[in-house]
């Protein structure tokens, strides 16, 4: 793993973390004061529904990219030759990171229209457009961690390749 692959990875895993820990903070002392005081905390619901809940779930796609621990089917290229399943494996990455600037753009101009009209939670005051930013950023991340396995496959192959080249 490179560098600014370790750093990513500790960047989502601790950003994640702190999100979750800060939204049960937020529901147990809304709970608290619900019971306890009966005066719940304004927008609760809205804040863990329009910020938390995306940030963990947008910023648990890049880490599973990253930690390799996305659903995978092997299937037609483990049954294959080393190259050929290389070349189907660039293949995968470079259409998922198109799929993955797509997304990109799309989430840019939603985020741009929520933007514009100052989007809000539906029953309250809660602001929410400014999280859309976060599935363009999210979806390019993606997109560059997908181009940057496809160059970690193409570099294996091309060294495996020279060496069995050179023993021929």
């Known amino acids: 793993m490179s560098t ?3 750093v990513l990875d500790k960047w989502l895993t601790v950003t994640t973390a702190t999100a979750i820990i800060v939204m049960m903070l937020h529901i147990v002392t809304h709970a608290l004061a ?6 719940p905390l304004y927008g609760t619901n809205e804040i863990v529904e329009y910020w938390y809940l995306p940030i ?9 990219q990253l930690q390799k ?4 089917v092997t299937m037609a290229i ?5 190259a ?9 990455c470079l259409l998922g990171a ?15 229209e929520y933007t514009a009209i100052g989007s809000t939670a539906d029953v309250s005051a809660v602001i929410t457009w400014p999280v859309y930013y976060l599935v363009p950023i999210v979806f390019v991340l993606l997109a560059v961690l997908y181009v940057l396995d496809a160059v970690a ?4 192959s091309n060294t495996h390749g020279h060496k069995a080249g050179e023993e021929q």
């Not at 963990?56 to 599973?64: D, N, Y």
């Open 98 to 112: 198109l799929v993955s600037i797509a997304f990109a753009w799309f989430g840019l101009t939603k985020a741009l």
């Open 56 to 64: 963990v779930a947008l910023l648990g796609i890049p880490a599973a």
């Open 84 to 92: 050929t399943a290389a070349v189907f494996t660039v293949f995968a």
């Open 69 to 72: 621990e996305h659903i995978t």
């Open 34 to 39: 619900r019971s306890i005081f009966h005066a």
């Open 4 to 6: 600014f692959t370790k």
């Open 153 to 156: 496959i193409l570099r294996r």
């Open 78 to 82: 483990e049954r294959a030759k080393p």
